[in-house]
């Protein structure tokens, strides 16, 4: 796309709300981009050749959807906690390794994706957000799961293929986790605490690819509250 055909983008993103420049081999974020501040709720910048983002992108305040996955960023600014309005952030497929504090901030986010980045420690700033509904930290590099996991308030948790080899026993009193994967870590079979599968309120847990198979889950105290709540899910889909 040229730049009449990146101009007329910015045209309609001002009368639409909605700016997409994925692809485009971008480098940092066009000026034309900056002056929509105020106009645009959605921002996908995806698939371009970014290794940070401006100071500025604070200043959206209105944006409830933002796309910088696919880039070469290797963090996100300080400012992006004043994206209050925010519901959706994808910054998957980079090579962020901290997520900044103020992601505290995000009242509104709903979904987050950080997938497919170089993640070492677990994001505890995100254990804040009361709305928060998915939290996607597949193929990362996280090691532990700490006790302040128990502020998590998300349905699901998806941390596949990383390095976890320890839960911490209070991921038992999420109040609303009902989905985790942890399919191809490094847990062994004495992870799995008792209070995980029976006091919990997780209904689905994907464990494939650790250091136990299958039937020595099974044989674990706890296993049968925790099938008694994944059949009755399964009951209720059909």
Request: one cysteine or more; glycine letters at 4%.
């Amino acid at each position: 796309m040229g730049n009449s055909g990146l101009k007329q983008h910015y045209e309609t993103a001002g009368k639409t709300g909605l700016l997409k420049i994925s692809n485009q081999k971008l480098k940092e974020l066009p000026p034309e981009v900056k002056d929509l501040n105020g106009l645009i709720r959605n921002l996908d910048v995806s698939e371009n050749r970014f290794h940070s983002l401006p100071e500025c992108l604070g200043e959206f305040s209105i944006l409830k959807q933002l796309n910088v996955s696919q880039n070469r960023l290797e963090g996100l600014p300080q400012t992006v906690g004043k994206l209050t309005k925010l519901e959706c952030l994808n910054a998957g497929f980079n090579m962020i390794k901290h997520v900044p504090p103020s992601t505290e901030n995000l009242s509104n986010l709903k979904q987050i994706y950080l997938n497919n980045n170089m993640l070492t420690d677990f994001p505890l700033e995100l254990c804040k957000l009361k709305h928060l509904d998915m939290l996607e930290l597949s193929h990362n590099k996280i090691t532990n799961i700490p006790p302040q996991i128990r502020q998590l308030q998300a349905s699901e948790l998806n941390m596949n293929q990383n390095q976890v080899s320890n839960i911490s026993e209070e991921i038992s009193q999420c109040s609303k986790l009902k989905v985790l994967r942890l399919e191809e870590n490094c847990l062994p079979l004495t992870a799995i605490h008792a209070s995980l599968l029976r006091d919990s309120k997780i209904h689905t847990l994907c464990l494939d690819g650790n250091l136990f198979d299958s039937k020595q889950l099974m044989s674990l105290d706890g296993y049968n509250e925790y099938m008694e709540r994944f059949t009755a899910v399964k009951k209720k889909m059909f």
